[in-house]
């Protein structure tokens, strides 16, 4: 491992926090990359989707920048061809990776932005209070038709007096 890594690593001895030093790596290497890392959604707040959203979004920040493809080249066992034709299939191989890899860059780039985007209206999702005031007005809305109706049932009484009197 890279001792520059582990020398930016902060971390209590007493209390590892797996996420907290992940995050730190994630960090690092981005900045070694050159690169913003999708800052991923932590613990949702107020869980107003279902978890299944939070799960999927999880592995998004986890995989959007992991597009890669190897050489997968099956060994030819014939004499001279096959040392020539397993020279011929890695060249061409290389120049196709090099066209795919512009791809996957700009197909990358998307990605991040998706995944930014998406962890941005996920965290808004969850720091939105609605339903909070929903709930607060709702209580709000019971206690004043407590006290109309209190108000209610006192004029009720004391209106066959008011009547007398004038």
Do not use: C
């Not at 926090?17 to 932590?42: C, G, P, V």
Request: aromatic share 8%.
């Amino acid at each position: 491992m890279n001792s520059d890594i582990i020398d930016a690593i902060e971390f209590d001895e007493k209390q590892v926090d797996i996420e907290s030093i992940m995050r730190q790596i994630r960090q690092y290497l981005a900045q070694k990359q050159e690169t913003q890392a999708a800052s991923r959604i932590e613990e949702p707040t107020f869980v107003m989707l279902d978890r299944e959203v939070y799960d999927e979004l999880y592995e998004a920040n986890q995989y959007f920048d992991k597009i890669r493809v190897a050489p997968y080249l099956t060994p030819v066992r014939i004499p001279l061809f096959g040392v020539l034709w397993q020279r011929l299939r890695l060249a061409l191989h290389a120049l196709v990776v090099f066209y795919i890899d512009r791809s996957v860059d700009t197909q990358m780039r998307f990605n991040t932005h998706v995944v930014r985007v998406l962890n941005g209206i996920v965290r808004g999702v969850d720091t939105d209070l609605t339903l909070n005031r929903v709930a607060e007005l709702e209580r709000r809305m019971e206690a004043l038709e407590k006290q109309i109706h209190a108000l209610g049932a006192r004029t009720d009484t004391t209106a066959p007096e008011a009547r007398e009197g004038s």
